[in-house]
């Protein structure tokens, strides 16, 4: 017999045991998971080529749950990493009550993105519900995320695992500076998305409402900007919209609030202020009817985005009667 560490959990095998004998064992499907070996990503096209060894550590994981603006009949579509989406609000899948109303909430909202976490696969219970059996890849499209990874290495790390998983190089960056605030370490933000960049990975950033750490992100080869609206969960709207108002006149490349929006209007703000999406997860998650805020959260991103082409009225310091006051009686 050997012993390998499986997910932190130590697994006894016959001598000589296959990657591929062993998930099917454990009652796996090799096309849902990403596994790493000894810190080396497995190819899934060598599964069965690969005999286990004493003392070998795997890491298997899989993906958890972490609208069209027209004006005068015209599409309102946007580019992403050049591919053209309609929606522009993109959902997270985490903090759902389960993977029902996870999908029942994204077909509300319209949204053509979502982000996934990566998490270790229950290899006690391989049989649990995964979020690819409700939402289908193929149908939309799945945004890996570093969500919960303190340092650069980590996110990397993740993000390979992620692109093994599912093939997707397209991926959301985030690499938070504590537990308490949730802000992101710029420091090791800068480290993370070169790192992914110079590995072919299509970068969508998470970052601080700072222009100028904003634009090197951009020169670096981001794909698009992720500015806090506040602090992830918080719900308490966007709180500095003159500084992402600099980063959207300076970006060449798409610009998303992301974190912070708590309802509708919150969305409608980030829009009218000229963003060219939205991404959020707990107002909608944790929203009394999830399916419902779901939908005012589509509407609400339709809604300010519609303003924001349109141009509002300038503001005024005194009255300014609608009505002409010449001819009156």
């Known amino acids: 017999m050997i012993s390998i560490t499986v997910n932190?959990?130590?697994k006894k095998l016959p001598q000589g045991q296959g990657l591929a004998e062993?998930?099917?064992d454990i009652g796996l499907e090799p096309s849902k998971v990403a596994?790493?070996?000894n810190l080396e990503i497995v190819p899934k096209s060598t599964f069965a080529d690969v005999a286990l060894q004493d003392g070998d550590r795997l890491e298997i994981v899989h993906f958890i749950g972490g609208g069209n603006s027209t004006v005068a009949g015209q599409s309102d579509s946007w580019q992403l990493a050049g591919k053209t989406y309609n929606s522009r609000l993109i959902v997270g899948t985490g903090k759902y009550k389960d993977f029902d109303e996870t999908a029942k909430a994204v077909e509300a909202s319209g949204a053509e993105i979502v982000t996934v976490a990566v998490r270790r696969v229950n290899v006690s219970d391989p049989n649990q519900p995964m979020?690819?059996?409700?939402?289908?890849?193929k149908k939309i499209t799945y945004l890996p995320n570093t969500a919960g990874c303190f340092d650069a290495d980590s996110a990397v790390r993740t993000l390979r695992l992620a692109r093994e998983a599912g093939g997707w190089d397209l991926v959301k960056l985030e690499v938070l500076g504590d537990q308490?605030?949730?802000y992101p370490n710029m420091l090791e933000?800068?480290?993370a998305a070169e790192a992914l960049i110079r590995d072919g990975f299509k970068v969508m950033v998470y970052c601080s409402d700072d222009p100028i750490a904003a634009k090197?992100?951009?020169d670096m080869g981001c794909v698009a900007i992720m500015p806090l609206g506040a602090p992830i969960g918080s719900g308490l709207g966007i709180q500095n919209p003159v500084q992402i108002r600099l980063m959207i006149e300076q970006?060449?490349?798409p610009v998303l609030v992301d974190a912070g929006v708590g309802t509708a209007s919150d969305a409608a703000v980030a829009m009218e202020l000229g963003c060219d999406g939205v991404l959020m997860n707990t107002a909608i998650a944790e929203a009394k009817d999830p399916v419902r805020m779901a939908r005012a959260m589509k509407l609400g991103v339709e809604s300010g985005r519609l303003a924001y082409l349109a141009g509002r009225m300038p503001k005024k310091r005194y009255a300014d009667p609608s009505s002409p006051l010449s001819g009156l009686i």
């Open 189 to 191: 933000t800068f480290n």
């Open 22 to 24: 062993f998930l099917r």
């Open 180 to 182: 308490k605030t949730l």
């Open 131 to 137: 979020l690819v059996d409700y939402l289908d890849p």
């Open 8 to 10: 932190g959990e130590t």
């Open 216 to 218: 090197k992100l951009e």
């Open 251 to 253: 970006a060449s490349v």
């Open 35 to 37: 596994i790493e070996r």
